[in-house]
């Protein structure tokens, strides 16, 4: 059993930064892939980014490609989410995910074990 709790969301101007956090309970963190979703108000939750259990490689949908970076620290059982050049369109509640198994077909729902109770991130224009 793996229970994450993200932190970190708010409220920012565009072209501001924050970095979310995702903690996470249990020994066994470092095995998984971690990925970061996003649900904005109407819209169906999308994967926005994974990084790996194995050797920390790092995926990302084109929207935030170039502008967020997902970071893991095992020791701390915590995986980030640092978010520059923030867009309105990037305002939506954002969770965390466990998969026991890979970031193959990361952006999909259904891989997924574990997932986090979500974050606001609202970004105003």
């Known amino acids: 059993q793996v229970q994450l709790v993200e932190s970190g969301g708010g409220l920012v101007q565009a072209g501001g930064s924050l970095r979310l956090s995702c903690a996470a309970s249990g020994r066994t963190f470092s095995s998984y892939a971690m990925g970061w979703f996003r649900q904005a108000p109407g819209k169906e939750r999308e994967g926005i980014s994974c990084?790996?259990?194995?050797?920390?490689?790092?995926y990302y949908v084109d929207s935030v490609k170039g502008r967020f970076t997902i970071s893991r620290d095992n020791a701390k059982n915590t995986v980030y989410l640092q978010m520059n050049s923030l867009k309105p369109e990037d305002t939506a509640v954002y969770y965390c995910a466990a998969d026991s198994s890979t970031c193959s077909g990361y952006t999909l729902l259904y891989g997924y074990d574990y997932w986090g109770q979500g974050t606001q991130v609202t970004v105003s224009s």
């Open positions: 990084i790996s259990s194995s050797d920390g490689s790092t």
